[in-house]
């Protein structure tokens, strides 16, 4: 149980333009997943909570509207960048809470902006 | 704010001797948590410790949560090639308890 995907696993893309990941839950339903990004070697930097029917909860630093997020059912959260850049490139992981706090984390998504 | 604290950064060992990372919180924890992520991978779920004092056991690995619950420890005996990845530790956020506060990890690397 607590099995989480994430599509696309990379994506390239070029400057300007507009990514989504999806973040799913495949056999539990999560009214909190958490988006995540990850620089090489480095840790895991909280970007924003995702909560089921409501908005997102970001941290601070993060720009809500470069990142959106939407949580629409209780399996499933997008992240969209907006007009990325190359400095968005990094790894993005998503992750959800069965029980409690502890979180399962989906496989990631590899962005690559040119 | 609220910090958790990870040493050491980077462990390299030969296979077969033993490993331990330490982790350190800035406040008391109601529990923390150990996830393991290999290379090119994802932060998989270890274990989570509750109570003072406690230690649990899975095979080689030993984790330890202090008394204060302000400070726990992973240890691997024997260290073999699997065990290579990047050890995190992490406790709940004071203010939201379904947030993690993440420890920077130790990278451990494993000479065969």
């Known amino acids: 149980g607590a099995v989480v995907s994430q599509h696309p696993s990379r994506v390239i893309c070029k400057s300007g333009t507009s990514v989504k990941i999806e973040c799913r839950s495949l056999d539990f339903q999560a009214t909190t997943m958490f988006w995540y990004r990850q620089f090489p070697k480095k840790s895991l930097m909280l970007m924003a909570t995702?909560?089921?029917?409501?908005?997102?909860?970001?941290e601070q630093g993060v720009e809500k509207d470069k990142f959106l997020i939407n949580h629409a059912s209780l399996t499933l959260s997008t992240l969209t960048v907006t007009s990325a850049h190359p400095e968005d490139s990094s790894f993005y992981i998503c992750?959800?809470?069965?029980?409690?706090?502890?979180?399962?984390f989906g496989p990631g998504t590899r962005l690559t902006v040119l | 704010g609220q910090q958790v604290m990870q040493i050491p950064q980077y462990q390299h060992v030969q296979e077969g001797e033993d490993f331990t990372t330490y982790c350190n919180s800035s406040?008391?924890?109601?529990?923390i948590q150990w996830y393991k992520q290999r290379p090119g991978g994802h932060p998989v779920f270890l274990i989570q410790l509750v109570k003072s004092g406690e230690v649990k056991k899975q095979k080689r690995l030993t984790f330890q949560f202090g008394e204060a619950k302000k400070n726990s420890s992973l240890h691997i005996t024997a260290t073999q090639t699997t065990d290579v990845g990047t050890y995190f530790c992490a406790g709940p956020n004071a203010g939201n308890n379904r947030k993690l506060i993440w420890g920077l990890g130790t990278s451990l690397a494993v000479n065969p």
């Open positions: 995702s909560n089921e029917g409501s908005k997102a909860t970001y």
């Open positions: 406040t008391t924890l109601s529990n």
């Open positions: 992750s959800a809470s069965l029980r409690g706090d502890t979180q399962y």
